[in-house]
């Protein structure tokens, strides 16, 4: 079975950072793009960050020149440095991977647990 497991999250100040980090394990054979979410107060899950197994990176606006997207294809991790935090970026933050197993016989998406980020202004 392949699971996504995700730390680094916490309280911040404004103006703060914080690094998440996700880490992949089970029975893959590959990982494609890696990606992470958030849920906000709305609860509308949002793709914040991206990345392919390139490395080629996008961002949603929001995030752009505050947020950096990296991943170790050995390590099979994907993390997220988050800097100069505001309180809209208070959210939980899930990662994401298109992962290709053994026990699976197609690519599928599989999730993270989430991990709960509050900046206090």
Same mark, same amino acid.
């Given at each position: 079975?392949?699971?996504? $497991?995700?730390? &680094? ?5 404004? &103006? ?5 980090? #996700? ?12 990606? =992470? ?25 929001? $995030? ?30 899930? #990662? ?14 599989? =999730?993270?647990?989430?991990?709960? $980020?509050?900046?206090?202004?």
């Amino acid at each position: 079975q392949v699971q996504l $497991v995700e730390s &680094g999250g916490g309280l911040a100040q404004a &103006g703060g950072s914080l690094r998440l980090s #996700c880490v992949a394990s089970g029975d893959i054979i590959s990982i494609d793009e890696m990606a =992470w979410y958030r849920t906000g107060p709305e609860n509308a899950r949002e793709l914040i960050a991206s990345i392919t197994k390139a490395g080629t990176t996008n961002y949603v606006d929001s $995030v752009k020149g505050r947020f950096t997207i990296s991943r170790d294809n050995a390590k099979k991790t994907v993390s997220l440095q988050m800097n100069n935090l505001n309180s809209e970026d208070t959210a939980v933050y899930y #990662c994401n991977a298109r992962i290709e197993s053994y026990s699976s016989s197609y690519t599928r998406t599989y =999730w993270g647990q989430g991990t709960q $980020v509050i900046v206090s202004s």
